[in-house]
């Protein structure tokens, strides 16, 4: 559909998921009531860079993620806490749902457990592979992004049902994993550049600091506990109105 017009198309109530609107010039266009989600950068709405403005409330409204953007070691220890601290209180929430709980989709979107399988593929991949540089660094578990269509490259089956006990042992392997590489991590380290690892994975080699590539990480925990929140809302509200069995 790349360059063609949609003059007075319709777009009313519609849900579009992982769409690319890079570039796309919107005129005359009615976004009353509307939710945006996603990677924006250089948005311009009437005349405004939005991008500036949101980040600064969301930082207003949720001051932990000023600790998740680290600028020395001391720093990287301390996001690890915070991002222990913030997910904390949802885990517990989750396990209150039992297996079948932490399984459910809302719309389509990851259950709990696919969420957290994710975010021990971005520790993999944004530390295993970026950072240490290691062959094989995927956990089979990992669950890749939506758009990298062959998990298979990464040794991983994204097919599979594992039970919530393996997603969180995978999970705590790869936050102890952080917390020991904090630990010992000095000022000195967060700028180390991180040469492109020879073996095939994710991220794709370009020039990148041990920093940054901690920085993404923790972003990462930050936008998917956003997630996980927003759905565990609407499973628990669900099951909250369901009729009681009597018999």
């Known amino acids: 559909m790349t360059g063609s017009p949609w ?3 319709d777009l009313s109530g519609q849900v579009i998921r992982e769409v690319d609107l890079s570039g796309a010039d919107l005129r005359g266009a009615m976004l009353a009531n509307t939710t945006i989600d996603g990677y924006i950068v250089g948005l311009r709405v009437n005349g405004v860079e939005v991008v ?6 969301l930082d207003r409204l949720h001051p932990e ?26 885990l517990a929430r989750a396990e209150a749902l039992g297996e079948p709980g932490v399984h459910e989709s809302v719309g ?14 971005v520790t993999d991949a944004w530390f295993g592979h970026a950072v240490a540089q290691e062959a094989a ?10 758009f990298m269509t062959d998990a298979t490259a990464y040794g991983i089956d994204d097919q599979a049902t594992p039970s919530y006990a393996e997603v ?13 590489v904090a630990a010992g991590l000095t000022d000195n380290d967060l700028g180390r550049e991180c040469g492109p690892n020879p073996a095939p994975g994710y991220p794709p080699p370009e020039a990148r600091t041990v920093g940054s590539c901690l920085t993404v990480i923790f972003g990462e925990e930050w936008e998917h506990h956003r997630f996980a929140v927003r759905d565990l809302t609407v499973v628990e509200s669900s099951r909250s109105t369901q009729p009681v069995d009597r018999d």
């Open 7 to 9: 003059d007075g198309a």
């Open 52 to 57: 500036p403005l949101v980040e600064a409330e």
């Open 65 to 90: 993620r000023l600790a998740l953007r680290p600028t020395d070691a001391d720093g990287v220890r301390r996001a690890c806490d915070v991002v222990q601290e913030m997910w904390a209180p949802t």
């Open 108 to 121: 389509g979107e990851w259950s709990f457990a696919q969420t957290l399988r994710h975010l021990v593929f």
């Open 137 to 146: 660094p995927f956990h089979p578990l990992g669950l890749p992004a939506t």
């Open 168 to 180: 969180l042992a995978a999970r705590d392997s790869r936050l102890a994993r952080l917390r020991d």
